[in-house]
């Protein structure tokens, strides 16, 4: 609830999300029971080459805070590697590499950086589908996004070819995939962005330093975008 004494600096501040959003830059947090229909849908098992690309490729965007379509294209099998916790033993995936992205530039270092941590006694555990799809990518292309063969065998040793997904078709992921999976409304890839940060800015997993290093902004007030957005977004149900 805004305070009366601040009705001028709180009317700037929503001009200002306003404005983000016009320009892509907001977004509607994906809701819970949107997030449950994605992942019990056909178009994101892992028993098929499009199914399992779907799904590995919203896991990294989700874990990773992926911005759009940014990078996306560069992706190689290399970007990301599979490591194991010596205390937990529990695997984990990490990037291997700091990236060139908007809010990081070249006299900077990621100082804290995003994993996608294994789910052992899940379904939809993002390690295990991880692993399969770079098992079945074709091995003479080094893309991580390669086109889905339109037939094989599940035994098969490539479920994929070696020309890479276009980056038009990253650019338009989820708002594809909102379609296809009958979701209440279509989410842009900026909506698996700030789904991830609101959930994180709920629970308080990090503090605001290591938050900013990992979602890749420079100033404590830009968190308030992402509180704002779930305090909206929530409003509506």
């Not at 992926?66 to 996306?72: H, P, T, V």
């Not at 006694?121 to 098992?135: E, G, L």
């Not at 994929?160 to 989820?174: E, H, I, K, N, P």
Request: charged letters at 25%; a positive charge; one cysteine or more.
């Amino acid at each position: 609830m805004f305070h009366e004494d601040f009705n001028e600096s709180n009317q700037v501040f929503k001009t200002t999300l306003t404005e983000l959003k016009a320009n892509g830059k907001g977004a509607t947090i994906i809701s819970e029971i949107d997030r449950t229909k994605l992942y019990s849908s056909t178009f994101m098992q892992t028993n098929s080459s499009t199914g399992l690309s779907n799904k590995v490729q919203f896991d990294i965007r989700i874990n990773f805070f992926r911005r759009g379509a940014e990078n996306m294209d560069k992706m190689t099998k290399d970007t990301f590697k599979v490591k194991t916790d010596p205390k937990t033993k529990r695997k984990y995936v990490t990037k291997e590499m700091d990236e060139l992205i908007k809010n990081h530039r070249f006299n900077d270092k990621e100082n804290v950086t995003a994993i996608m941590p294994e789910q052992p006694d899940s379904p939809f555990c993002p390690v295990a589908a991880f692993q399969k799809y770079i098992s079945k990518l074709h091995p003479k292309s080094n893309r991580l996004w390669q086109r889905p063969l339109a037939s094989f065998y599940e035994e098969s040793a490539s479920w994929y070819c070696t020309s890479q997904v276009g980056r038009d078709t990253l650019a338009q992921f989820m708002n594809k995939l909102s379609k296809l999976c009958s979701l209440s409304q279509v989410y842009t890839n900026h909506s698996i962005r700030a789904t991830a940060a609101t959930i994180l800015t709920e629970i308080r997993y990090f503090a605001d330093a290591q938050f900013m290093s990992v979602i890749g902004h420079k100033s404590v007030s830009s968190l308030a975008i992402y509180q704002y957005q779930r305090t909206s977004d929530m409003a509506k149900f």
